[in-house]
């Protein structure tokens, strides 16, 4: 079983100028996220794993696996307790 | 009985009116919002008793089910069928009035039909420049000083547009300012009829001196832009994703700049300088 993360469809969103900037309608909030945040967010698809993510990461900005584990775990965590994104378990 | 277009730059919602003292309501809150002109959007009113038995509730809810748009309070009921345009209206007698429990629905139906025309209310204040012959929208959060602007601006080289609701046009073409009928505490002269050219729009604070800056990226312009909507909650996601497009395309055609204002008219002598140099517009950008 593999953990497929998914932005919340509540969520409207669109990126300007590279960045994300998200209406949160219900809780009254507007976010913006940076390059990386933004690019995060994109792959928070329903296709893609925490590992996935890091993966595509690491290739596309040219750090180590090791290195944006904890900003990318911590970056999520923030995204699951602001009911941003949630995750399908799925066989992969 | 006459039929009354409600007409707010693009936007136009036919009122069929069954009530003679809704009809006279209507013609004497909305005077120079009402037009003969032809739209498929239409709107059926109707006068009734008590909606509700619950507790007297002014604010509305308004949110979206399947094919409808849907605004209730305890003194009105709205239903929209957003395939065909059409709706009805009910409204019940209330302790804030009839013409505060319209209003307040009109708001929300007209800011709805304004996204199908790429055009957004804002809560701001809206002031066109006589001499630069340009208009200005001032936006920012309650007690941030739009009134005061409005104030400051009363004289005859200016016209206030609205200093609560304005109604912003976005095409390629430019930004385009219509007065709208929904004031705050200061009511405009104008009519439906005005359109008025944009060239500048300040998020406005109070200081000590005088300053136009631009500090804000361009993400950061769209949420700042965001954040003083109206009733973007009542929306669903697609629309607030076409908002949030009008939005970024408004942002590339006339940049959001930061303007810091002493409680004098001398803040405009900033204003013409800022218009003199940038002249307004700044380059048309794809994305």
């Known amino acids: ?92 | 009985m006459m039929i009354p277009t409600l007409t707010l730059g693009e936007v136009a919602l036919r009122l069929q009116l069954q009530d003679e003292g809704l009809a006279r309501l209507i013609q004497k809150e909305y005077d120079g919002f009402l037009s003969t002109r032809e739209t498929p959007y239409q709107l059926r009113l109707n006068y009734t008793s008590r909606l509700h038995p619950d507790e007297e509730q002014f604010n509305l809810t308004a949110g979206f089910n399947n094919d409808y748009f849907y605004l209730r309070s305890t003194a009105l009921i709205c239903f929209y069928r957003l395939a065909t345009g059409r709706g009805v209206l009910h409204v019940a007698p209330s302790d804030y009035g009839t013409e505060a429990v319209l209003q307040n629905g009109f708001r929300y139906l007209c800011q709805l039909l304004a996204l199908q025309q790429h055009s957004i209310f804002f809560h701001a204040a809206g002031i066109y420049h006589w001499g630069l012959q340009k208009a200005f929208l001032f936006m920012g959060a309650s007690g941030s000083g739009k009134t005061t602007i409005c104030r400051l601006s009363s004289t005859s080289e200016y016209q206030i547009i609205s200093d609560d609701l304005v109604l912003v046009g976005i095409t390629p073409g430019g930004i385009k300012l219509y007065p709208s009928p929904f004031f705050g505490e200061l009511k405009g002269e104008s009519s439906h009829c005005q359109a008025f050219p944009v060239a500048g729009i300040f998020l406005i604070r109070k200081g000590k001196d005088n300053q136009i800056t631009t500090p804000l990226s361009t993400s950061e312009q769209v949420a700042t832009l965001a954040a003083n909507l109206p009733y973007v909650e009542s929306y669903d996601r697609l629309r607030q994703q076409q908002i949030l497009s009008l939005l970024a395309q408004l942002a590339y055609q006339q940049p959001l700049s930061q303007l810091t204002f002493t409680k004098q008219p001398s803040f405009w002598e900033e204003i013409t300088f800022f218009f003199n140099n940038h002249r307004g517009v700044k380059n048309v950008s794809s994305y």
Request: aromatic share 8%; with cysteine; glycine share 6%.
């Open chain 1, 1 to 92: 079983m593999a953990s497929f993360i998914n932005q919340n469809a509540d969520v409207a969103w669109r990126k300007i100028a590279g960045e994300a900037v998200l209406v949160q309608a219900r809780q009254r909030q507007i976010i913006i996220f940076n390059e990386v945040g933004s690019r995060i967010w994109e792959l928070c698809d329903g296709r893609h794993t925490l590992g996935d993510i890091i993966n595509t990461l690491a290739q596309e900005f040219l750090v180590s696996r090791r290195e944006l584990a904890t900003d990318v775990g911590s970056f999520l965590k923030e995204l699951f307790q602001r009911d941003l994104v949630y995750c399908v378990e799925e066989n992969k």
